[in-house]
């Protein structure tokens, strides 16, 4: 059964379909190293990008929420295991449908389904979500603004049929982005954080827990204006662009303060603590990269350096940040094997394959931005450390069948 409390399956269809995400960026990686004519690159990035935050980071967001807020009584209703099953279906398909087609007509049709059914699943746990503490504050408004972002999918096709790819195009994917990115799932993952916590029975501050929720949750919505920035010199955008950072700093010293909290009490093994720190560090980075976004200079030059500051940012949430946060958390519900001496060193490659395509691509970007010479052979270092993730994934994944979890 796709929802019963017990099983792994879930997880790892969802880490299947992280590793085929991150095959096909690696097969970009390639085409940058060695150019080829036979590889659709914007097909591929559509594919690649649709399939990692939707089949790797919703799918095993949403079944830890199932898992951790939903009680066993109510998992066992048709909606859920209707809703999952037609999800499963659906997500592995965007990887053949962008590929051979592009956004076209069925790629918006699997779109389509995966959004109407999410939106089914996202009802029916708001109302099995059960208690007001902070942990479920924090999934409910995750929810809400997940809830947010799918409007944009719904508009985006009307902009698509009477504009075209204008700024409005651009902008509407970007609410969609920062909403899922900076709403679903930042929210969701430290809801899922807290109530580990809980459950392991690790004090934490309740008035600590409130601050960073309140902070993060009035930051959310007008953080929206920096990512317009780009398409607009008004400088209200700039100014609550800027407010919405300061706002998301102040969330961030909670959360430090909770975090410190946290690790004197916590008895993690060693890699459980190398997650958790590697990605309260991307975290972090990413609020002052938000902070720096808010100046003019900054967004000229990050829009003129796309392919490695913007790049490195979705890179830096996605796997330095959301990847790892979700390794930590299906661990500690006991739905991966990560203590296995095979799948630390899968972990230590995945991990040193990020940090140091991150340094690659910003350092490249700082380099053209303060006019040095560039990086010689960058595409291929770039494709090298790319594979060295892969393989650490590959590792992690082989060792799930041949290993049990050590108790």
Known sequence: MLVNKKSKFLYLYAFTLFILSALYGLLMRWNFAFPTKFIAYQNLLQSHSHVAFLGWGYLTAIGAIMHIFVSDT??????YKSTLAILLVVIPLMLISFPLGGYKAFSIVLLAVFGITSYVLSFRILKDLQGNN???KLIKYGIYYYL???LATWFLGFVIATQGKTDLYHNTIYFYLHFLYNGFFVFALFGL???IFENQQILISEKLQKG???FLNIACVPAYALSVLWSSDFSLF??????ASVLQLISLGFLLKIMRQAFLQIKWRFIAKILIKFALISYSLKIISQILSAFPYIVEKSMALKPFFIIGYLHLFTLGFLSVFLFLIIDQLGKINLQETTSKVGIQLFLTGVFITELLLFLQGFLFMLQFDAIKNYSLFL???????VIGLLIIYINQFFRERIK
Request: hydrophobic share 60%; glycine share 6%; proline share 0%.
């Open 74 to 79: 109510d998992k066992q209703k048709k909606v």
């Open 134 to 136: 902070t942990s479920v």
């Open 148 to 150: 947010l972002s799918g």
């Open 193 to 195: 954080l807290f109530k």
């Open 212 to 214: 960073f929720f309140l």
């Open 238 to 243: 700039y100014v609550i662009g800027f407010l």
């Open 383 to 389: 494709l090298i450390f790319s594979f060295l993730m």
